[in-house]
């Protein structure tokens, strides 16, 4: 009798209390954006599988422009269209501005981060404005100029010797960029064309690694009330990585600290590299190690993925590709040189830019925010903490912004006041906001640059003369959105 009479108290109480537990955390109760049922513990982990930017794209069709979905207890929130993108990055920029770092990354030095600072605070907002000035402004730009043409000058001097082999054209271009960025800081070439791995010693490799296990997906991000336990040893991994990546030029941090301080040498300002405008501002040598690596991490890859995909479809098009050959011959006047003054003048390779960009945006959920405050957007409820994805590659894809979205139609940018540069929700490969890409006008002028000369001093062509409308376009996600097999190309002189 007894029993009887607890186990109908059981049968009554227990679906109650369920109801008010799936009620507490159901989405309608707290107006959280809709999204997939999530799994018990896990959430939606399972769902997402390897190339999050399709399913999420898949769910937004289902469940509208602003989703949410639960990765264990952590929240997160998917914008899929312009006008959702608008919301969290124009109108709520300041409460949804914030970072969470990464479990891997989150070491003694994060006050230090400039990409993952989880603030716009102090730190950040000096180091911002010291690249923005130092870096990317017009005239940091102008003098850096015979800098990157003598990079670029080695690049096509090596690429002449290579006349009948196959070329890994990321790599070439990899090695051109990080040359480039390496003289800007630190005014000396890390990797070496002649060098058959091009790798520093190792250097690129560590500093891959540190990303890619940076980014692993780890139960301390999924369920924070573990992360002091480091259960996959990531933070544990990617502490050691990162020290090794700063031994690298740690040594040359240290010597131009003695120059500067030495009361001997008076240092010509166009002497000074970027390192030195760090020194010379009172940056310590942790804070200097920091910068060097994240700005290697942010502006090497993602501009090395936006030219191999740009060759890939210009070769796959050719009506495009002879339209880029021709507009390059007409401004150059038959000059094998292009100089820096006309890039921006090449319409046509411009619209073939943003193009790439708008299918393969290097970054395509940008750089994950984080909620500062509890705010409303698309009149749902996005709480304290949670972390904001802004879906780029879906945008870019999207029929009800895009005619024929997955057609690489250049001309569609043409006397069409569209750029990246922040305004325009439909096409954001830099982001927007104050979180947006310092790094677009460097970045713009390397793929400007040396994409022209690529197609204007060689006639590319595919090995075993494959035909080129049937290159493989598949994409990898992981570190950026990067084409699944590498671009191997052979050229013919151009007469
Ligand atoms: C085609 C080239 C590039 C693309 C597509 C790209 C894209 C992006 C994107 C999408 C973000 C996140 C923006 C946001 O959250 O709204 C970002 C941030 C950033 N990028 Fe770039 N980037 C490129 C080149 C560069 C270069 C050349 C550098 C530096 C040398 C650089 C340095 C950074 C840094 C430091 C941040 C973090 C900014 C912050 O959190 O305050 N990027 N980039």
Redesign the pocket.
Known sequence: MEIGFLSSIFLILTPLFLFFIVKKYSRSSKNLPPGPQPWPIIGNILQIGNNPHVSIAIFAQQYGPLISLQLGTQLLVVASSPDAALGI?KTHDRLLSS?SIPNAFDHSFAPFY??W?ADCGQH?RSL?TL?RNE?FSVKALQDQSSMRLEKLGQMLGFLHGKKGQVVNIGDVVFTTIFNT?SNVFFAKDFLDFEDEHRTAGGLKEKLFTLLQDGMRPNISDFFPMFKRFDLQGLRKGNLKNIREVFSFWEHIVDERRALLNSSTTVMEEEEKSFLDRLLENGFSNDQINICAM??FI??TD??TS?IEWAMAELLKNKEAMSRVQEELKYSCNDSKIISESQLSKLSYLNACIKET?RLH???PF??P?CAFETCEVMNYTIPQDTQIFINVWAIGRDPKVWEAPLSFKPERFLGLNLDFKGQDFEFI?????R??????P???K??QSILASLIHQFEWVLPDDEDPAKLDMKEKFGVTLQKEKALQLIFKDLN
Do not use: H, Y
């Open positions: 990055l970072r400039l990409v600072s950040w911002r690249c870096m960025l994240e700005l942010g502006g993602t501009t936006t960009l945006p290097p970054v940008l750089i925010r490969p830099f982001g927007a906001g979180r947006m890409c310092p790094g677009l460097s970045g713009i390397s793929v």
